[in-house]
């Protein structure tokens, strides 16, 4: 395996000045952050970036020469879309590195009014194949696409191998399993999705309730999950319940595992991916700490030495402390699926 | 500087839960005030005001109750069912306040109990998440 690869940006999650700086502090390439308002896909109360924030993060970050992203992935909505054109305004006058974009409208804007701003596609975006990565290069000018966390490390190669835009890939976190975008199942809840609203599951929806027995979760009245004594819980996510299915109750659509590619990293670095990123705005800045510690260890091992490389135990043990479930999966990258 | 695994006697928390909650309540309330004046605690009073809070300190048998109005928070008693209530032992808020440990996984793993309106409870969360320790003299105590 030639080593000649570069190593792939470590592109960590910011909700908070605080784990802005615990991600720089700790390694991260790159940040990523998002307003306080629904033009970002973590739109959670009390989450993200003022003016004042913002500024002083990005000008922590560059001062450590790291780049920052601004995330405006979601769709805008309905009749007013002049916040999300003020956002990218915003993020054009912040003077961030690039703007993550899921809307074409919205790409088409940022292209036109400010020719020299780097675009990134998002992961929102549900673009998985090359051709629709390529013709949003053609006409937009993407330097970078996300990749849904859908697709097998074969074909992550494919659309490496045909296209001139650099590929993201998802190292760790939680998983959303529906082509990232495509999900209606927080919209048939609750009436607010990941892609309208910016928020999966909205906290306003959700009801923990406490019995003798069980914790309950419920959103919008509707049962989740139950958790019995010191068993772990999870978000009340729609996709991540325990439902009864003719009889059965389990995990009917996907378990409450967190993603955590470290076993593959070196075959991460040798397709060629550019970036690898990390999930969790919403999660605090001692999570952004120990993931971005852990992460940028494991990074620098595979890139010193793919051939000897293997997950240390003590890279494992501090992330799935962290993991939603606790469990870790290599996600869909290494199915036999082709 | 890491907090040990430790759990306050049983002995503790039936003697601290005999005596009134009113000193340390107090205590709370004037450092949450305090740090809000200075612009340490970033936070946006028009979210929380008219809630009541319980922090519940399990270990030690306390509960601490306040309130919060457009300005300041105040001492208050909140009754069995408070707008949002945190549970969790000593060492455990300690951790989270120190940022040595996530309060998601905390709550992952059941040693973070939260109660009521849990959109409140995330405003909180991400209220002191989003403190910047490293602008106080407090900063060489935090873990990251
Ligand atoms: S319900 Fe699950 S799959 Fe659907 S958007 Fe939310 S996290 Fe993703």
Known sequence: MPATRPLPELVCPAGSLPALKAAVDNGADTVYLGLKNDTNARNFAGLNFDDRTAREGIRYAHQHERKVLLAINTYAQGGDISRWHRAIDEGADLGVDAIILADIGLMEYARRRYPELRLHMSVQSSATNYEAINLAQELFDIRRAVLPRVLTLDQVKQVIDHTRVEIEVFGFGSLCVMVEGRCLLSSYATGESPNSHGVCSPAKFVRWEHGSQALGARLNGILIDEYQQGEPAGYPTLCKGRFEVEGDTYYALEEPTSLNVMAMLPQIIDIGVAAIKVEGRQRSPAYVAQVTRTLREALDAAGREPQRFSVKPGWTQALSKLAEGQQQTLGAYNRPWK | ?144
């Open chain 2, 1 to 144: 500087m890491r907090i040990p695994e430790l759990t306050l006697p049983a002995s503790m928390a039936s003697l601290l839960g005999r005596l009134p909650a009113t000193p340390p309540c107090w205590a709370l309330v004037t450092t949450l005030n305090q740090l809000k004046k200075r612009d340490i605690l970033p936070a946006d009073m028009s979210l929380l005001a008219g809630h009541s809070f319980e922090v519940h300190v399990q270990d030690a048998g306390l509960r601490l109750g306040f309130s919060a109005d457009e300005e300041n928070f105040k001492v208050a008693s909140v009754g069995d069912t408070p707008d949002l209530r945190l549970s969790a032992n000593l060492a455990d808020f300690a951790r989270m306040m120190l940022r040595e440990e996530d309060p998601d996984t905390l709550f992952f793993n059941r040693k973070l109990i939260i109660e009521g309106d849990t959109e409140l409870g995330l405003i909180v969360k991400n209220l002191l998440d989003s403190v910047d320790w490293s602008s106080t003299p407090l900063q060489r105590f935090m873990a990251v």
